[in-house]
Structures are given as structure tokens and as C-alpha cells.
């Protein structure tokens, strides 16, 4: 199984701010890589797919990188409708999340 | 506009059986792969299974493998999930989730979710 493995738990961070969250995968999954962005009592909602590309009607604010086993999403400016929780996903070889980044407002 | 409407969830006892139900709507389904994923209260989010667009590939995740099922019916734009053996850690909110391609991709539409509470 492929495990992933988000950092940090917890991110506190301020309108504006540029925040940065890792996503490590236990093998290579090339570029299979999801972020999704989930807010209290909602569904999550994709943001980029494909370790890099922006899902349609998603701010340019939001971007990825990465490939093989490390992977970023970064939020150049945060904004407070951004202050949720941000998983990864893997879809190499079935479907693993990690564990999720809880971002709060400092 | 995609919809997606999970329905079927409630409280069961241990050992009981439950089937969910997606409704699906504003796309052509029968060319899309159809997920299902939960999540605990407060806890983090957890593939469940998958089905492609013509049934023809089904996965599971390992702790379900054996206890759920998952099925669709493309004439009624319908997927389901069978649960059995039901244990208290299967409670969890369950929602289903629109693949991007026929099969394999990420998720890329999701219900609201039905929850599952499954205790004594």
C-alpha cells in the first residue's frame, strides 16, 4: 500500500501570509497527485490534480508541485475563506489520503 | 451542474447491514467512474471503493474487502454500496465521489455526504 504523509498537522498562518504544506508519498506515484481543500460540515472540494494542475474555477492563488514522492501545495496569499483543512491523494495505484493540514487563523 | 445525493445512511447495531444509495445527475454517467469514500467525525478522509464506468473494475479498500459491496445501476444513474458485519468503527459520514475519467483519476465531484452510526 502507498502511504502518504501530510506536513505539518497544524499550520497557523495570517491573511496574506504565503503558506506552504508537504506531501510525501511512501513510493514513487510520478505525477498522481491530488489536493483537495474540505471546510467544516462540507464536502471536499478538489484544487489541483495532477501534482501541478489547477482545477477548473479554482483561484490562481492555489498551485502545486512536485513529482516522484514529494510533493507542495502553496497558497501565495492566504485569504480567509482559505482557513480549512487540505488533503493529498494519491491515485498511482488505488487511492490513499494523507492525513491532513489543518490551516488556522493565527 | 453535477449533483450527487447520497441517501440511505442511520444508526444500525453491530452485525447489521446497511446499502447507500448515490444519485446521480448532470452528467452522463455511464461514462464516469464512481467512488466512495468516509470519513469519521473530526478525522481525516478514507478510501472506501471503486467502480468503473462499465462495472468492469472494482476495488476495495482492504478493511472493507469482504463486508461491502459496491454496484451501479447506469439505466437509473444509481450507484450503491452495500455494507455488512457492521462494526462501530465504520461510523463514519460517507460520501460519493465522481472520478474524472471512466476509470483510475482523482475525485473530482462530491456529495454531501450520509452518515453512518453504527452502536448498540
Known amino acids: 500500500d502507498i502511504q502518504m504523509t501530510q506536513s505539518p498537522s497544524i499550520l497557523s498562518a495570517s491573511v496574506g501570509d504565503r503558506v506552504t504544506i508537504t506531501c510525501r508519498a511512501s513510493?514513487?506515484?510520478?505525477?498522481?497527485l491530488a489536493w483537495y481543500q474540505q471546510k467544516p460540515g462540507q464536502a471536499p472540494k478538489v484544487l489541483i490534480y495532477k501534482a501541478s494542475s489547477l482545477e477548473s474555477g479554482v483561484p490562481s492563488r492555489f498551485s502545486g508541485s512536485g513529482s516522484g514522492t514529494e510533493f507542495t501545495l502553496t497558497i501565495s496569499s492566504l485569504q480567509p475563506d482559505d482557513f480549512a483543512i487540505y488533503y493529498c491523494?494519491?491515485?498511482?495505484?488505488?487511492?490513499?489520503f494523507g492525513q491532513g493540514t489543518k490551516v488556522k487563523i493565527k | 451542474e453535477v449533483q450527487l445525493v447520497e441517501s440511505g445512511g442511520g444508526l444500525v447495531k453491530p452485525g447489521e447491514s446497511l446499502r447507500l444509495s448515490c444519485a446521480a445527475s448532470?452528467?452522463?454517467?455511464?461514462?464516469?467512474?464512481m467512488n466512495w469514500v468516509r470519513q469519521v467525525p473530526g478525522k481525516g478522509l478514507e478510501w472506501v471503493s471503486s467502480i468503473s464506468s462499465s462495472s468492469a473494475y472494482i476495488y476495495y479498500a482492504d478493511s472493507m474487502k469482504g463486508r461491502f459491496t459496491v454496484s451501479r445501476d447506469n439505466t437509473k444513474n444509481l450507484v450503491y454500496l452495500q455494507m455488512n458485519s457492521l462494526r462501530g468503527d465504520d461510523t463514519a459520514v460517507y460520501y460519493c465521489a465522481r472520478g474524472r475519467a471512466a476509470a483510475g483519476e482523482y475525485f473530482q465531484y462530491w456529495g454531501r455526504g450520509t452518515l453512518v452510526t453504527v452502536s448498540s
Open positions: 513510493q514513487s506515484i510520478s505525477s498522481w
Open positions: 448532470g452528467f452522463i454517467f455511464n461514462t464516469f467512474s
Open positions: 491523494q494519491q491515485y498511482k495505484r488505488y487511492w490513499t
